[in-house]
Structure formats: C-alpha cells, structure tokens
C-alpha cells in the first residue's frame, strides 16, 4: 500500500510552479529595429541630392537629410515554423530558422497547452493495481497540460555556419483532478530532459528548407518499483519546412538497459518490451490554413502492428489567446500507458503556437 496524500501534495505545487513559468516564457513578441544607412548609400543618395535639390542647402544638411531618409524600421516577424520543431537554421533557412537562439535565454520547445477536459475512453486502471481500491476511483475526464522550453548553451558556429548545442526540457502531467474522493491525484506525470545539435542544410528540395538535429534524450514518470517507466535514446530528427507546412521525420535508437527487468526489490529495466508499442520513429507535421494551425504526430512500430496518433488543431479565440484541440488514438501517450490503447479528446488552450503569425 502507498500513501500518495503527501505526494500529491508536492506534485500539485510542482504543476503550478511550471504552469506559471510557462505562462511566463512563452508570451512571443515582435522587435523594432532601425538599420544605419552605410556610407556608399550615404554617398549615392548625396550625389542625386545635389544634383537636384536646391543648393541652397548645405553638404552637411544634404547629408542629414540623406541619412535619416535611408533609415528604415525593420519588424522582424517570428518565422512561421518557429515552435514546432525542437531547435534552429540561418534566418534565410526556414527549417533552422526556430533554433536560432540568444545564448542562455529560455523559449519555448514543443507546444505548451492546457486541457482543462480531456476524456478518455479507456483510462489504465490496471497499471495501478498495486494500490488497492485507487484507480477504481478514476474518472474519465482529467486535466492534461504541456510545459515545454530550451536554452540555447553553444551557439557559436561549431562545424557549420549556424550550428549549436542546446537542451529542453518537456513536462507533461495527467491531473485526476475532478477525483474527489481520492484527493484529485496526479495520475502520471512524464519527465523529458534532452540535448541536441542542430544545424541548417544546403538541400533545398522543392525549393523548400532543410535541418538535421542530433540528439540524447531521457524520459522517465518519476515512479518506483512497479509503476516505474522510463528509457534513454539517441535521435536524428530531419526537418524539411516549406511556406506555411513543415515536416520532421524522427527515428531514434533506444539505449538498453540490460535484460533484468524491474521489480518490487531490486531495479533493472522498467519497460524492456517499449519498443513494441512506441516503435522507432516518429512522424510529424503541420500546416497553417488562415487562423488555424493543424498538427499530425504518428508512430509505428510495423512489425508488431501497434502504433499512435494524435491530430491537433489550434484556432484563434481573442486577440493572441488562442484554443487548441487535441485527439489521440493508440498506444504511448504517456509512459505509464506504453503499453496501453485508448482514444482521449481534450479541450483547452494553446499557450504557445507551431505558427506564429
């Protein structure tokens, strides 16, 4: 028997820390900047001055005038890709373009949302049954939420022209929290710590854009003995980014972990059989079609014949302040469900977007 009233408890401070600093991170703005006119236009702009203005005027007036007609403000727009992949390219590069990052400064990495309804038509009661009388009290409907950024650790060039070296870190959290009787537990919680290498490609296939990411990544729910999962994997993530769609094509290895496996008394590996379910890729896409943002997430493992999907779609609500709707449908939504199948249908909020317009 466990006592989760302490545990839930801290858990619920954790989420509402996170929730804040999500809000906080992830509020995306546009800059003004003003380019200084160099001296060959100065120069140009001179010429044609004295050869048509009244001469009058001063060199030194000409000049002013020159300068302060070739200064111009610049917005600089957030690229439209620039949340949906994981890093980034030269700014001419679409694909790369959201990677490019201030050093040390925090932004957001995959999407951040809030669910405050998400139902499930098959929610895992029997990964609980070692705590007895708990899950029967699960609801259908929970809260779901993602909290997402990075930070950009070496951004100078390494071995390409706009490479680097950043880490992420994504939570996402499954809240019980119309569980009343049970003290609205958080029913799995998933850690997901990473370092990558981005750099931009010169490919440009149907004149589009190209990336290629590297990448170590742990993923665990923070659980002991039984309800335990995590694993450790490398990763190639390809990006091709065109106009207003991007596609990334993910495969990864999974690191093993030797073949005991993990049991009330001793460790060994969580989850040996993961691979079966979660596969060894992942595809995504996204597509913007005037206000609205539309996501794809695949995997597969086709051997098995098990795989995951989840369409989403975000729409605009007021001003900046936007909905999102998610469905997902397989297996591997969260780590304590890798091994089991339902459909889920959740409602709530985008705090951050694949596009930005």
């Known amino acids: 028997m466990f006592s989760f009233v302490r545990w839930n408890n801290i858990m619920k401070k954790t989420a509402i820390f996170y929730l804040y600093t999500a809000l906080l991170i992830t509020s995306l703005i546009s800059v003004s900047l003003k380019v200084v006119a160099s001296e060959k236009e100065i120069l140009a702009c001179l010429i044609e001055k004295l050869n048509t203005e ?3 005027k001063t060199v030194r007036e000409l000049k002013q005038e020159c300068a302060e007609s070739l200064l111009a403000p610049i917005v600089i727009k957030s690229n439209k890709v620039s949340n949906f992949f994981e890093q980034g390219i030269q700014p001419s590069n679409l694909a790369i373009e959201p990677y490019v990052m201030t050093p040390y400064v925090m932004t957001p990495h995959r999407i951040n949302y809030l669910l405050p309804v998400s139902y499930s038509d098959n929610v895992n009661k ?6 007895e009388g708990w899950a029967d009290n699960f609801g259908d409907i929970e809260v779901k939420y993602q909290l997402s950024f990075r930070v950009p650790l070496l951004t100078e060039s390494l071995f390409t022209e706009g490479d680097g070296i950043a880490f992420a870190f994504t939570l996402q959290s499954w809240w019980q929290i119309y569980a009343q009787k049970i003290s609205r ?7 997901h710590p990473e370092f990558f290498y981005y750099t931009p490609l010169t490919w440009q296939p149907l004149g589009g854009n190209t990336a290629l990411l590297l990448g170590f990544e742990h993923e665990s729910n923070g659980h002991s003995s039984s309800l335990s999962r995590s694993w450790n994997r490398v990763y190639a993530n390809f990006v091709f980014a065109k106009d207003d769609y991007a596609i990334s094509f993910r495969p990864w290895w999974r690191i ?3 073949s005991k496996i993990t049991t009330a008394t001793e460790p060994g590996d969580d ?3 993961i691979t079966d379910y979660m596969g060894h890729f992942e595809l995504s896409m996204v597509y913007k079609w005037q206000g609205y943002n539309l996501l794809f997430k695949g995997r597969e493992n086709f051997k098995k014949h098990k795989g995951y999907v989840e369409l989403g779609v975000t729409f605009p609500i007021y001003d900046r302040l936007k909905g999102y709707i998610q469905y997902t449908n397989g297996y591997g939504e969260s780590l304590i469900d890798y091994n089991h199948s339902h459909q889920t249908i959740g409602i709530g909020f985008s705090l951050t977007d694949y596009f930005q317009d």
């Open 185 to 191: 537990p958080f029913r799995e919680t998933n850690y």
């Open 126 to 131: 029997e990964a609980y049954d070692i705590i």
């Open 54 to 56: 009244n001469l009058d």
């Open 256 to 258: 093993p972990e030797g």
């Open 271 to 273: 989850n040996p059989d």
